[in-house]
Each structure stands twice: as structure tokens, then as C-alpha cells.
């Protein structure tokens, strides 16, 4: 395994500067640039995820080796190669805080599936990436205020059901006219609250099918009912609502 800088020293160096985060004081500036990087923060998380379901879903091996030292070391990895941000050197990031607080949730999400990951003598064990990303949202609006969500029309899980606000924008993303993969962001009002909302469409690659597929209704291996899109149908959206003051 790779990666082991990201030790438990260093875990707690994270949750102190996570600690630093307060929603009320920060955001002046660039709030849609933050939005991004969050949503880039949980894809990468959620890239990890998908990598890792052959082993996690291997029944002959208990030990798995996928703990969250390893999420939160390849996040932090990726997310530089692609932001060039190095959240290793959280001093120079002026949002270190809340994005360590995210690698944070996506570590504690990972290290809390431990007994699952690991159990012996079975397959398939339910720990998907999109459970993956809801947990982590879950985590992270609870150190932060910051909502983060996936959502979806036809969503599965109560819990990921779009808000009005949200369902609008997913109707509009399924409107052929809205180019393919365009985010949409606005400053507006949540609870009496000035909050920047952002949310970027993810459309259904073949790797979705065999759970998201034809036939519609039919089971798929989690036990859900497949919901018949087909490849590049949308999928859903990331949602995040950043709290501006
Ligand atoms: C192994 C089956 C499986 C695969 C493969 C899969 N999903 Fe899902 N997906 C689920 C389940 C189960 C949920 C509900 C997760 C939860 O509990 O939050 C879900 C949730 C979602 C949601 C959130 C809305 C909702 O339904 O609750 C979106 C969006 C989504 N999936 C998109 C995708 C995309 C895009 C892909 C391919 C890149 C994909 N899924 C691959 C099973 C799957």
C-alpha cells in the first residue's frame, strides 16, 4: 500500500485545522471556486471508491488494505495534480480548513466501513460509491454547516431527494438544450440565509447500467429496482449550498 506519510499524527494535524473552520467567517471571496473544489474533493473520494469495489467485494481475502489513511492520502494526491492546491501544506490554502474537513469526512466514512470492507466470506457488500458520497455529505455538513449532496429525480435513498430548488435545476439539466455538463451556481437565500448553490449534472456512463439500467424495475445486485436509463441519460447532480455569511 502506498501513501502511509498520511499517518494517525498527521490525521489529528486535519482535525485541528478542521476544528479552525467556521462558516460564518470565511467565504468573502471566490465562494464558486470553493464550491468547486469541494465537488472535486468528493468525485476524486468517489473515484477512489470505484477503483477499490473488485477488492472490497473479493470474498476470499479479510484484509482489504483500503483504510481511510489511503482515501484521504489519494484524494489529497489527486486533488493536487488536478487544483495544483496541496492541502499538505494547509497554511498557503486560504480554504484549507473546510476542504480537510471534507478529505476528513470522506477518512472517517472509509475507516467507519472498516468491519464491512473486511468481513470475510462474501461478495458484493453494499458499500458503493454513491453510498460512499452520501455518508461523507452526511460527515461533512455536520463539521461544517456545508450541505454536499448527491441528488437525482428518481432518486433511491430518501435522503438524497432534491430539495425545490434542486429539482428545478435537475429539470433543467434534462432539458436537451442545457449543454452537457455545465454547472449551474447562484447566490440565493436557504432559510432566511444568504447561500451560494451549486450544482453540477453527472450523466450515466456504461459502468452505471447494471444497477441504474434496463429493465426498468427490474432487480439489480444492491436489491433496488433499476431505474431503465440508458448511457449518457442524466444521472443526477452534485449539490452543494455554501453558507455566505
Ligand atoms: C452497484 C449498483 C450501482 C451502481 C453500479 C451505480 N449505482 Fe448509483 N446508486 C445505487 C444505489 C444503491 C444508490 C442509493 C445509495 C444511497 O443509499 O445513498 C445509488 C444512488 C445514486 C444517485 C443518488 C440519487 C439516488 O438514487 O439516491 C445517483 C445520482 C447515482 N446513483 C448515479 C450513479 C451513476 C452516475 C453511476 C455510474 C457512474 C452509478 N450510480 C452506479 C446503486 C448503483
Known amino acids: 500500500m502506498k501513501a502511509t506519510w498520511f499517518n494517525w499524527r498527521m490525521a489529528g494535524g486535519i482535525a485541528a485545522v478542521a476544528l479552525m473552520f467556521n462558516a460564518s467567517t470565511v467565504l468573502a471571496a471566490g465562494e464558486a471556486e470553493v464550491a468547486e473544489h469541494l465537488i472535486d474533493l ?18 476470499s481475502k479479510t484484509n482489504k488494505g483500503f483504510t481511510g489513511d489511503y482515501m484521504a492520502a489519494q484524494v489529497i494526491e489527486r486533488f493536487k495534480k488536478k ?36 468481513r470475510a466470506g462474501i461478495g458484493f457488500k453494499g458499500f458503493i460509491p454513491a453510498v460512499f458520497a452520501r455518508k461523507t455529505g452526511e460527515n461533512f455538513y455536520k463539521k461544517t454547516g456545508v450541505k454536499l449532496k448527491l441528488t437525482g429525480i428518481d432518486y433511491r435513498n430518501v435522503n438524497n431527494r432534491p430539495d425545490d430548488f434542486e429539482a428545478e435545476v435537475l429539470r433543467m439539466f434534462s432539458d436537451p438544450r442545457h449543454p452537457k455538463g455545465q454547472t449551474y451556481v447562484r447566490n440565493t437565500m436557504l432559510d432566511g440565509r444568504p447561500v451560494l448553490r451549486m450544482m453540477d449534472p453527472e450523466y450515466a456512463a456504461a459502468s452505471c447500467l447494471s444497477c441504474h439500467g434496463a429493465p426498468k424495475g427490474g432487480k439489480d445486485i444492491t436489491g433496488g429496482h433499476k431505474e431503465g436509463w440508458k448511457e449518457g441519460d442524466l444521472a443526477g447532480a452534485i449539490s452543494v449550498v455554501l453558507p455566505l455569511k
Open 83 to 118: 487544483t495544483k492546491i496541496d492541502l499538505r501544506i494547509p497554511n498557503a490554502v486560504p480554504q484549507a480548513g473546510l476542504y480537510l474537513a471534507l478529505v476528513e469526512a470522506e477518512k472517517d466514512v472509509v475507516d467507519e466501513a472498516q468491519p464491512v470492507i473486511n
Open 42 to 59: 468528493v468525485k476524486i473520494g468517489r473515484g477512489v471508491m470505484s477503483e477499490q469495489m473488485g477488492n472490497i467485494n473479493d470474498a
